[in-house]
């Protein structure tokens, strides 16, 4: 089966890349078209403006919010249903202010507070792209799905003007390392890591957009989907601390590396995004978050601990959840927590299994994952979901387990009754530590809507309007 997927996957990326040919760029400046392609890349504008099994940007990707759902636009040259009317200036109001062509506000989904930084020049490549290198589609934006007076714009200017910052284009600290300064570019730029990796104030706003907002800034982001974006900063344990650079520049290319392997939110920034960028790009990126600031360690260091895979070896699973683990787990993940190198990632020592929250843990359980196949590492490999083979206690305790076996020390505290809700309600697991007062999902504000979230997880068929692979 895994294999059928493989190859189903590898022909519809085939696909998809030929459909993304420069074929409207006659008569226009072919250099630069090309050049606002790769920043389509870096901002991944693909990955929220397609709906799932859509045409290629044109819009119409769900995204819930508390108050309601909202669509993705069309962002194709089309011009009555796209953007083929803007000019450069209504393009760059759009994408840099937050402002609509008529004047109204944007939800904040779109991520205008990070691409405030993109320079002038990338700007004027991503609209030569998007009107000359792009097919233009004739597909009606959705209305959003949110009743009066919520759908009401206006409360967004009021945001806008609180939370985003005057667009200015990125100028680096003087003496930066000119490649950590394309780094830091890139990363709080087109790229918006932080849009997932930095925790949110009351206002949903980022807490922080730069390393100047001190160590809130990438230091790890509420449920998403349900999937946790975790540290980004130099903790040895719950972010990169033990992180080489090469580590780093191999995960966002492959997404795989010898510690972790990419999964959730994070696959489709891998998928669609990073594994483009260029080799010095990604180095470039790498380079810039180890330079960031230390953070001080929130849970000492990592040492790894052989007694759960000798108690393991020898048959004893009388700890909570080891049985299980044996049974379902350890022919990928090993009874010494190892993994298989590049095919099933380690989770003794792996950052994301540790992380205070522990909704992405049980979310992966619960509903497994796909490994994206990347042009570096093609195959596509998958982690069964157990919905429907474990209990709701043999999932709590499993997660309990590996959260606290091989050296991993993370509160066990997970039960029956959150993967209940979690599988039943899709509901994140609530903790009191995520920095903005006890349970996120209670704390939503009626004009906040959920800042981040396309509802979907990495396949390249999602994409293109290939449904056969599903
Ligand atoms: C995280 C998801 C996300 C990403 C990434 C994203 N967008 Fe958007 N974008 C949205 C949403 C959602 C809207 C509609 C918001 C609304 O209705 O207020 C939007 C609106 C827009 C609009 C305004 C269209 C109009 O109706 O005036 C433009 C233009 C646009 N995006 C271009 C881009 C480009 C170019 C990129 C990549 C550099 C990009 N977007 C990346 C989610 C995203
Ligand atoms: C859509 C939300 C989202 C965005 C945007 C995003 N990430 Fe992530 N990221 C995640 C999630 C969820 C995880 C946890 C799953 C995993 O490890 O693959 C993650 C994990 C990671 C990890 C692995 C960390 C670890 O300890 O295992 C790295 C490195 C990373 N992201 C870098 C980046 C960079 C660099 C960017 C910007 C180019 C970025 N991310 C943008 C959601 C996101
Ligand atoms: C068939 C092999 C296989 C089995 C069996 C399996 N997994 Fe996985 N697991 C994987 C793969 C492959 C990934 C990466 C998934 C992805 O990228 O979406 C993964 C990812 C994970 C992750 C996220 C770690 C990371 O860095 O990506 C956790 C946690 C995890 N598995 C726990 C478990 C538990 C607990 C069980 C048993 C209930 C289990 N797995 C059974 C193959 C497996």
Redesign the pocket.
Known sequence: MIKGLKTALGAVTVGLLAGASLAHAQGADTELVKKGEYVARLGDCVACHTALHGQVYAGGLTIETPVGTIYSTNITPDPTYGIGSYTLEDFDKAIRHGVRKDGSSLYPAMPYPSFARMSDEDIKALYAYFMHGVKPVAQPNKPVGISWPLSMRWPLSIWRSTFAPTPKPFTPAPGTDAEIARGEYLVTGPGHCGACHTPRGLGMQEKALDASGGADFLAGGAPIDNWIAPSLRNDPVVGIGRWSEEDLYLFLKS??TD??????GM?DVVGWSTQYFTDADLHAMAKYLKALPPVPPSRGDYTYDASTAQALDSGNTSAPGAA??VE??????RNDGG?VGR?????AG?S??VTDNPT??AH??VA?????PTNWAPSA????G?KS??SDQQ?AD??N??RTSWGNKAPANVTASDIQKLRVNHAPISTTSWGFGGDATATWGVFHPQPYGSGW?FAPQTHTGEDAAQ
Do not use: D
């Open positions: 997404g795989r510690h972790s392997a990419v999964f959730g696959a299980t683990y379902q787990c350890a022919i990928c993940h993994g095919m099933f990632p380690p989770l792996n994301v299994v992405s843990v992966i359980i497994g994952g796909v490994l994206p490999v998958a982690m069964p157990y083979v474990l999932i499993v997660v387990f590996i997880t």
